[in-house]
């Protein structure tokens, strides 16, 4: 159980990517005060996990009721998470979510901290890969849901931390940071696909 905490644990930080989002949650609530801060991180970190949580649970039945294979679903999952890695690698998916961030004036909490910088496609699609794999062992689910809940933890703490000290995040140390996860998002993405293609062949 320990080794699927773990694992679960890892892919779970690297598609939520906590540090990643911590200069956008500091660039979407500029304008707000440090109570109003809180607040929004409280919100957007509990919206994002409800929204994987359902998806672990119903994942499997949307996948039935549409048809789609999990050998299928795993390889197109594959191939999102393998494009966030390269995006990752090249900063790509940090200026996308900074351009968001400039873009939205509203209450930010809803949209777009918790959807869908928090729980975007990749966290969706792995939660989804990762719950079908196990299977119906609920004492394994729970432990895969426990470890989704420690980063979106990790990541509500982080964000009450910059709500406090703006500065506490070096943007030179995220960038590196940003790029020794992608490499491992990259790994795993290759082994989703391969994973699939066994399956089908």
């Known amino acids: 159980m320990l080794e699927l905490f773990i694992q679960s644990f890892v892919v779970y930080f690297v598609v939520v990517d906590p540090l990643g989002n911590g200069p956008i949650f500091l660039s979407l609530t500029q304008s707000q005060n440090t109570k109003e801060k809180i607040q929004t991180s409280i919100e957007a970190v509990s919206i994002a996990t409800i929204i994987l949580i359902s998806f672990s649970v119903i994942g499997k039945f949307i996948l039935s009721y549409l048809s789609i294979s999990l050998a299928s679903f795993r390889i197109a999952g594959g191939l999102i998470l393998f494009i966030i890695a390269l995006e990752m690698l090249f900063n790509k998916r940090q200026e996308r979510k900074e351009q968001i961030a400039n873009e939205v004036k509203d209450k930010v909490s809803i949209f777009p901290l918790a959807i869908p910088i928090l729980s975007g496609p990749a966290a969706i699609t792995s939660i989804i890969v990762i719950m079908s794999d196990?299977?119906?062992?609920?004492?394994?689910?729970l432990v895969s849901i426990a470890s989704l809940i420690s980063v979106m933890l990790i990541t509500l703490v982080l964000f009450i931390i910059i709500s406090k000290?703006?500065?506490?995040?070096?943007?030179?140390?995220?960038?590196?940071?940003?790029?020794?996860?992608?490499?491992?998002?990259?790994?795993?993405?290759?082994?989703?696909?391969?994973?699939?293609?066994?399956?089908i062949f």
Do not use: H, M, P
């Open 134 to 141: 196990i299977g119906e062992n609920i004492v394994y689910q």
């Open 165 to 199: 000290s703006g500065d506490f995040i070096n943007k030179k140390i995220v960038n590196v940071f940003s790029r020794v996860i992608a490499i491992i998002l990259a790994a795993l993405s290759v082994q989703y696909i391969i994973d699939g293609l066994l399956e």
